[in-house]
């Protein structure tokens, strides 16, 4: 299992990108790594949900299988030498549980402005937070809207003013049966207030699983 973070300007490429740094990293390793089978063999790998564009990471996942004894750290010397800047291996283990035991992802969430804006945000989410639903427009494939309830995916909320910047905790459900971008929380909270900020940013943080207990 390899754990890495994905920051800086490279959180602007997408899951499948960062699919090919790792497929074109590992080719120039000599990691002796477990191919599929057929005409087209490709390195086994399987990572955690994939990052909303944009969205920093300081726990991402890979799973990758090895058909001979290979030492460990040198899995993490060789890939960091190889992979672009932003990637960055920051453990190697064997794994304890699937990767599809993550149930919920944990976000900070920082959001930039004055402090009038701060006050209008923080209340109004803290509002929306306290009701036993929140419900948003969404469109299914065929371009038709229905109203959903995101405030199930939401496990925790925790939201306050830190200096000149307001920070939040929120962990939301990213399992195989539901999922949620808090950039859709977000927008939900924006526009119920007046006032704009200058920007917010997020970084996953840690994966939970269903019983709550931390993902290793």
């Not at 993490?76 to 960055?88: Q, S």
């Not at 009038?116 to 494939?141: A, G, H, P, R, Y």
């Amino acid at each position: 299992r390899i754990r890495f973070n994905k920051t800086g300007d490279i959180r602007f490429i997408s899951h499948l990108d960062v699919i090919r740094c790792f497929s074109r990293a590992f080719a120039r390793t000599s990691i002796p790594l477990k191919y599929t089978e057929g005409f087209n063999p490709k390195i086994k790998m399987r990572f955690s949900p994939p990052l909303s564009l944009g969205y920093e990471s300081w726990c991402e996942v890979l799973d990758v299988e090895l058909v001979d004894k290979y030492d460990m750290s040198h899995i993490e010397y060789e890939l960091n030498e190889k992979l672009p800047a932003g990637l960055r291996v920051n453990d190697v283990s064997k794994p304890e549980v699937g990767i599809k035991s993550i149930y919920y992802s944990r976000y900070l969430l920082k959001f930039y402005g004055s402090d009038d804006f701060f006050n209008c945000f923080l209340n109004k989410s803290k509002e929306l937070i306290s009701q036993n639903s929140i419900m948003v427009t969404k469109s299914d494939k065929n371009g038709k809207t229905f109203d959903f309830d995101i405030r199930k995916l939401i496990s925790s909320f925790d939201i306050i003013q830190y200096k000149n910047v307001l920070v939040s905790d929120i962990t939301v459900e990213t399992s195989n049966f539901a999922s949620l971008n808090p950039k859709v929380f977000v927008e939900k909270v924006l526009s119920k207030i007046s006032l704009h900020g200058e920007g917010w940013d997020a970084v996953r943080t840690q994966f939970i699983k269903s019983d709550f207990d931390i993902f290793l």
